[in-house]
T-cell receptor
Framework: GAVVSQHPSRVICKSGTSVKIECRSLDFQATTMFWYRQFPKQSLMLMATSNEGSKATYEQGVEKDKFLINHASLTLSTLTVTSAHPEDSSFYIC???????????FGPGTRLTVL | ELKVEQNPLFLSMQEGKNYTIYCNYSTTSDRLYWYRQDPGKSLESLFVLLSNGAVKQEGRLMASLDTKARLSTLHITAAVHDLSATYFCAVDTRRSYNTDKLIFGTGTRLQVFP
């Protein structure tokens, strides 16, 4: 149980384009989802927290207009990187939690490369 | 601001040896996690520590938590090559139901050699 998937696993795009990453909870209802970013050889940094049906809460320094998060259902959250630039290249990891447990379950991650 | 620091940042150890990774954090918390990350992969959950004095063991890894000292340790016994990975601790900062979040430590990259 508690499986989280992400799609795509890897994406390469040109500078200026937008990229959408999906995060799905496969066997539970995710009332809260989290989006993290990890640069090479660094730790995970929380970008934003989203609760189903509500606007996402962004961490300080994360541009909400650049990283659009939608959590429209209890099994799906999306992160859209708008007008991506090479400095947005990173490993993006989502996690999900249901309403009964505090533990987060992590997705397999999405490697974004912006050329 | 909550800070979570691990040391060492990098650990190169010989197979069969023992070593401890330390995780210090700067505010109160009632829950701490340890994760393993292999290169290019996401996180694998190792331990959840829920109370002061908690100790958990799985194979060659043992984790403990001292909430008064704000310190957790991950002890490696008789290391083997398969343990080579990056290890993260993460502190659960619970404010309210909808605003708790994990703050990750700096990570410890472990390399085990023959």
């Amino acid at each position: 149980g508690a499986v989280v998937s992400q799609h795509p696993s890897r994406v390469i795009c040109k500078s200026g384009t937008s990229v959408k990453i999906e995060c799905r909870s496969l066997d539970f209802q995710a009332t809260t989802m989290f989006w993290y970013r990890q640069f090479p050889k660094q730790s995970l940094m929380l970008m934003a927290t989203s609760n189903e049906g509500s606007k996402a809460t962004y961490e300080q320094g994360v541009e909400k207009d650049k990283f659009l998060i939608n959590h429209a259902s209890l099994t799906l959250s999306t992160l859209t990187v708008t007008s991506a630039h090479p400095e947005d290249s990173s490993f993006y990891i989502c996690s999900a939690r249901d309403g009964t447990r505090r533990e987060q379950f992590f997705g397999p991650g999405t490697r974004l490369t912006v050329l | 601001e909550l800070k979570v620091e691990q040391n060492p940042l990098f650990l190169s150890m010989q197979e069969g040896k023992n070593y401890t990774i330390y995780c210090n954090y700067s505010t109160t918390s009632d829950r701490l996690y340890w994760y393993r990350q292999d290169p290019g992969k996401s996180l694998e959950s190792l331990f959840v520590l829920l109370s002061n004095g908690a100790v958990k063991q799985e194979g060659r890894l043992m984790a403990s938590l001292d909430t008064k000292a704000r310190l957790s340790t991950l002890h490696i016994t008789a290391a083997v090559h398969d343990l080579s990975a990056t290890y993260f601790c993460a502190v659960d900062t619970r404010r309210s139901y909808n605003t708790d979040k994990l703050i990750f430590g700096t990570g410890t990259r472990l390399q085990v050699f023959p």
